[in-house]
């Protein structure tokens, strides 16, 4: 292998951009330092060309970060280990959410023990539609209403989960309250315990974040909303600080401007997407075939420099 620094061909998208890799054709072979410097361009970077079984996926994504996430406290209770058992890879196609489409969010925007880095890869496309989607945060603060943009600086915005029933012990991985209790302490959101079991968790965050590249609208404000108002869910809310409503058509209004400026990842088998959670969100598009299989890490460090 040429230590020279590679230049792959490179195509910016909607969001992110799309490296070819074909020529290498391994994953070991591949420029890191290339990579991440589109990837800091970007925000987000697929790669296609690689060909990445999960071990494949594995060792691709231990050449930029050594320690990755269990998925707990996420709000999807159904992820499982994907690959041999490991507890950090993990799959995105199971559960009771499957096929519908997800709108955009940052992943656990709802807490601040959330990863910096998402590592996408997938196994098997579906037949048709069931794209991955992104949305550069940056791209879409620039484009809101300066209106809008004043409301949000002037105003965090409050996440409300609402556990009603055993469901946290699934979210958690433990059925003993007190370890629940520390996990929102260690991570800053407030425990509303209602003495029966039940509880509520509350973190407040900005509705934007600022990284290197810029300003970026990152939060999970349409994701919530539409489980809240379109599938009548009553398991999460999203309100301004203060607990009033945000308006819904500000919200519509949010992600109309950002389907805009979506990309939708057109998945071929062995690609790999890399999503810095810190700038650029992402969401899926409805699919239908069973036989959907995409694998993710997730990672609280980021391999790009402060
Ligand atoms: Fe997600």
């Not at 050449?63 to 406290?73: A, H, N, Q, R």
């Not at 996408?120 to 037949?127: G, T």
């Not at 991985?173 to 968790?201: M, N, P, Q, R, S």
Request: charged share 25%; aromatic share 10%.
């Amino acid at each position: 292998m040429s230590t020279e620094t590679q230049s792959l061909p490179v195509t910016p998208l909607k969001a992110g951009a799309l490296v070819d890799a074909s020529a290498i054709g391994a994953a070991g072979a591949v420029d890191k330092t290339f990579l991440l410097d589109q990837f800091a361009t970007h925000g987000a970077i697929l790669v296609k060309g690689l060909g990445l079984d999960p071990q494949g996926f594995v060792d691709f994504t231990e050449m930029f970060l050594s320690d990755f996430m269990e998925y707990v406290g996420g709000a999807n209770n159904d992820r499982g280990s994907a690959f041999g058992g490991s507890a950090t890879v993990l799959t995105v196609t199971g559960g009771n959410t499957l096929g519908q489409a997800i709108p955009l969010h940052g992943e656990m925007f709802y807490t601040t023990y959330r990863p910096a880095t998402l590592f996408f890869c997938c196994q098997r496309p579906a037949d048709e539609n069931g794209e991955t989607t992104i949305c550069d945060g940056i791209k879409l603060w620039a484009a809101l209403p300066q209106e809008m943009k004043d409301q949000f600086e002037a105003k965090k915005i409050r996440y409300r989960r609402i556990y009603k029933d055993d469901a946290w012990t699934k979210v958690y991985k433990t059925d003993d309250l007190e370890a629940v209790k520390k996990i929102c302490a260690d991570t800053g959101e407030e425990f509303v315990d209602h003495g029966d079991g039940t509880f509520d968790t509350i973190h407040i965050d900005t509705a934007y974040a600022d990284v290197a590249a810029g300003r970026a609208f990152i939060n999970s404000m349409i994701v919530w909303a539409s489980r809240e108002y379109i599938a009548k869910l009553d398991d999460s809310q999203v309100r301004w600080e203060d607990g009033s409503p945000i308006d819904p058509q500000m919200i519509m209004a949010i992600h109309k401007i950002a389907e805009s400026i979506t990309e939708n990842i057109a998945w071929e088998p062995g690609m790999v997407a890399l999503v810095d959670n810190r700038r650029v969100m992402h969401g899926r598009r409805a699919y239908e075939d069973k036989g959907r299989d995409i694998i993710m890490r997730l990672s609280l460090e980021t391999p790009l420099a402060a």
